[in-house]
């Protein structure tokens, strides 16, 4: 989806205007509305004002956000507006507000008119259904049909299909089809050592839906989400990997940043070092984590990691 621009209300002021970015021709694309200084924004603009973020095209359109800190109504004066409703309380509780500045992504896709389309070619009576191949693949691992192949991963035995996982996975298909299966019986059990069985099963069903399970229900879905971007390098899921970079960075805080770090280093996942370098390069953030020994841990870790620190405080 193209990037059509960042709008940056600061301290309750409206930001500058701008060309539009996007193409008139693109029918899809996102905008970025930051607002910096909630606080003040807040108790300076009243209930039913709002703040226009710059004019961007999209689809043949021109388009804006309309911020209201307040709600646009009376009734809904405990609530922030943007004709998406989010309760102001919740978001002010929430992660996403970060040193009193929170940042709006909207994505707009255009659709065309249904009227200009050739009708005598379409029939409203025939609806294809979304594909459901995915699911198909999840059933037949959870039903354990014409499995081939068993792992003992953390005590537990975990049976699969071979042609599936060789087909997803690099490391796999060699272990299975390739050089590595020398002296190895097809009957064997396959042991996989330094893995939590709960990690090895997600990874299986990422391999077998192309999403990995609800991780986000578990508690200490951080730490699954590291243990998987593990699973998921070793395993050369590269779509896994990234999904795992980007679930972590939402979880990059004070307590976790130097863990995530080091993660990232060790495993050379260059966007979510970049995520928590920039955390650190908060100085409200760094002064916190060195309070708690972050930095300390992080040398002992993972030393060469603090020149990259030290270079973005510079």
Request: charged residues 25%; proline residues 3%; hydrophobic residues 35%.
């Amino acid at each position: 989806m193209p990037f059509t621009g960042v709008s940056v209300i600061t301290d309750g002021r409206a930001p500058r205007s701008s060309s539009p970015t996007a193409s008139s021709n693109t029918s899809s694309g996102y905008h970025l509305l930051i607002v910096e200084g909630y606080s003040r924004t807040k108790s300076s603009t009243h209930t039913g004002e709002c703040i226009r973020s710059c004019p961007f095209m999209v689809g043949g359109y021109l388009w804006c956000i309309q911020y209201y800190p307040n709600g646009a109504k009376s009734e809904n004066a405990d609530f922030i507006s943007l004709y998406l409703v989010n309760q102001r309380d919740t978001l002010e509780r929430s992660k996403y507000l970060k040193d009193d500045s929170f940042t709006l992504r909207c994505d707009i896709v255009v659709i065309g008119d249904a009227n200009s389309r050739d009708t005598a070619t379409t029939s409203p009576s025939i609806k294809v259904p979304s594909s459901d191949m995915q699911q198909h693949f999840s059933d037949l691992l959870l039903a354990e049909e014409g499995t081939d192949v068993t792992f003992k991963v953390g005590g537990e035995t975990i049976a699969a299909h071979r042609c599936v996982l060789a087909a997803r996975s690099a490391v796999f298909k060699a272990e299975l089809f390739g050089t590595m299966k020398e002296g190895m019986m097809t009957t064997s059990v396959i042991q996989v050592d330094d893995m939590d069985a709960q990690v090895f099963r997600a990874m299986l069903g990422f391999i077998y839906s192309d999403s990995p399970s609800e991780i986000e229900e578990e508690e200490d879905a951080d730490v699954m989400w590291q243990h998987l971007l593990i699973a998921a390098d070793r395993y050369d899921l590269r779509r896994l990997r990234l999904m795992c970079e980007e679930k972590l960075s939402e979880y990059v805080d004070v307590t976790t940043a130097t863990t995530i770090l080091t993660l990232a280093e060790q495993h050379n996942c260059r966007g979510l070092k970049e995520t928590c370098l920039e955390f650190l390069n908060s100085p409200a953030n760094l002064q916190k984590v060195m309070a708690s020994g972050g930095l300390d841990s992080l040398a002992a870790c993972c030393p060469s990691v603090l020149k990259d620190l030290i270079a973005k405080l510079n």
